[in-house]
């Protein structure tokens, strides 16, 4: 299938999905939620494929939240659609069955900063600033993003971001738990692509059941 929102790149058994709205900032819409949902169903069911990369076209943003413009157009029924819409795209990509890593360069706020969360490893530039502002949009997160940010910040990190909407750095997101791992922007494609590699390299069962052991159980854990 030909996407209109997404590019779609295999090296090996890294399949790279961009979200390529650069003019926008890589601002989700309701056609690239959809778009995005049906590329990772695929790569679910390619067994060529071990390891994910989301990444953002151009420097400046990773994805800048969801687009204000279609969201502002947009009745109460339809906002609520699509931000159940984005909920059920996030889940499939946290639940995937394979790692996902997201490429963070420059801006990831609102639904950006939600769906790095939904992936299972993140890898900023130094650059990067990741936040929640709706709350100066009068709005709330609707991606699942405050119960994410709460698995991996705890509650104080997570009021305070949530509360005050302002972006946190590179190196403060790393201290959060929002980034693994921070490096040079120029030395960013090279550090995902080894990570990526090194991953891709282990055997499926074993990251399939790694995952399920994490999030399923962990789940199940947080529940008790």
Known sequence: MAFRTLL????????????NRPDKLNALNRETISELQIAFA?????????VVVLAGAGEKAFVAGADIAELAAMSPVEAQAFSRAGQR??????????????????????????????????????????????ITLGLLPGFGGTQRLLRLAGRAATLELCLLG?????????????????????????EVAAVADQIAASAPHALAG????????GECASAE
């Open 8 to 19: 779609s790149s295999d090296r090996g058994a890294v399949r790279t999905l961009t979200i």
């Open 42 to 50: 695929q790569a679910r069911h390619d067994d060529a494929v071990r």
């Open 89 to 134: 795209m996030m889940r499939d990509i946290e639940m995937l069955g394979k790692p996902v890593i997201a490429r963070i360069q420059g801006f990831a706020l609102g639904g950006g900063l939600e769906i790095a969360m939904s992936c299972h490893l993140r890898i900023g530039g130094e650059k990067a600033r990741l936040g929640l502002p709706e």
């Open 166 to 190: 302002q972006p946190v750095d590179a190196q403060r997101a790393l201290q959060l738990g929002l980034l693994g791992r921070v490096v040079a922007a120029e030395q960013l494609d090279e």
């Open 210 to 217: 790694i995952l399920d052991a994490v999030l399923i159980g």
